[in-house]
């Protein structure tokens, strides 16, 4: 289950296909787009630390434009590689990193009341540990070769769920909304990941039942 329906995230897609036939035509790689995006995020973090709240939420959903753009022009114009996804990939979690760091930055410089800042400071981390861990599930499970999208809170419904309230109220009244925005995305982020392990190890365990060929190897058991 998503929060974002995915008759919603179709609609997004279709919406934007026009834009994708001309960035195919004019040439534009898919890598360029997502660079662009991921100076658009860190633009989005700079005004979260500056406490320009109302910018960073517009710049943090202005950034998901480009997030379906780079897809839509890479399968689309048939230019997608490995290289393109890792990049995408790393590139996200770096702006995921900037982001919820600039917001603990300006919980550190008095968004938040002082007796409230420790919290505040505390719940952006934890946030952003369990972003991270969001797409390393998928990232792992994926490598495994079991599908996992699953999860309340998957990218889009992060960057919604941020970007959004913020860019139409601000931070609220001695930052109480932004704090309460961290708090839900660190509970929905960390719910996600549990949803993205249960979901593994059930398909991992009826996948190792219904194993009946002699001799195939199994998954390394690898610490990282």
């Given at each position: 289950?998503?929060?974002?329906?995915?008759?919603?995230?179709?609609?997004?897609?279709?919406?934007?296909?026009?834009?994708?036939?001309?960035?195919?035509?004019?040439?534009?790689?898919?890598?360029?787009?997502?660079?662009?995006?991921a100076?658009?995020?860190?633009?989005?973090?700079?005004?979260?630390?500056?406490?320009?709240?109302?910018?960073?939420?517009?710049?943090?959903?202005?950034?998901?434009?480009?997030?379906?753009?780079?897809?839509?022009?890479?399968?689309?114009?048939?230019?997608?590689?490995?290289?393109?996804?890792?990049?995408?990939?790393?590139?996200?979690?770096?702006?995921?990193?900037?982001?919820?760091?600039?917001?603990?930055?300006?919980?550190?410089?008095?968004?938040?009341?002082?007796?409230?800042?420790?919290?505040?400071?505390?719940?952006?981390?934890?946030?952003?540990a369990?972003?991270?861990l969001?797409?390393?599930?998928?990232?792992?499970?994926?490598?495994?070769?079991?599908?996992?999208?699953?999860?309340?809170?998957?990218?889009?419904?992060?960057?919604?769920?941020?970007?959004?309230?913020?860019?139409?109220?601000g931070?609220?009244?001695?930052?109480?909304?932004?704090?309460?925005?961290?708090?839900?995305?660190?509970?929905?982020?960390t719910?996600?990941?549990?949803?993205?392990?249960?979901?593994?190890?059930?398909?991992?365990?009826?996948?190792?039942q219904?194993?009946?060929?002699?001799?195939?190897?199994?998954?390394v058991?690898?610490?990282?």
């Amino acid at each position: 289950m998503n929060l974002i329906p995915q008759r919603v995230k179709d609609g997004f897609v279709r919406a934007i296909e026009p834009m994708a036939r001309a960035l195919i035509r004019a040439g534009i790689s898919p890598n360029v787009i997502t660079t662009a995006g991921a100076f658009v995020i860190l633009g989005s973090a700079a005004a979260f630390a500056r406490g320009e709240i109302q910018l960073g939420g517009f710049l943090l959903l202005f950034s998901g434009v480009f997030d379906l753009l780079d897809g839509q022009v890479a399968r689309q114009g048939r230019r997608a590689t490995d290289f393109g996804a890792f990049y995408d990939s790393t590139l996200d979690r770096v702006g995921e990193s900037a982001l919820f760091g600039g917001i603990a930055l300006y919980f550190l410089r008095g968004g938040v009341p002082p007796a409230r800042v420790t919290l505040a400071v505390g719940l952006a981390i934890a946030a952003l540990a369990a972003s991270l861990l969001v797409s390393y599930t998928r990232a792992r499970a994926e490598g495994l070769g079991y599908p996992c999208k699953v999860g309340i809170a998957a990218r889009a419904e992060r960057l919604l769920l941020l970007g959004l309230p913020t860019l139409l109220f601000g931070p609220g009244r001695d930052g109480w909304l932004l704090f309460a925005i961290i708090a839900l995305l660190a509970l929905a982020t960390t719910v996600t990941v549990v949803q993205r392990v249960v979901h593994v190890a059930r398909i991992a365990g009826a996948a190792a039942q219904r194993e009946t060929l002699p001799g195939r190897p199994t998954a390394v058991r690898k610490g990282t």
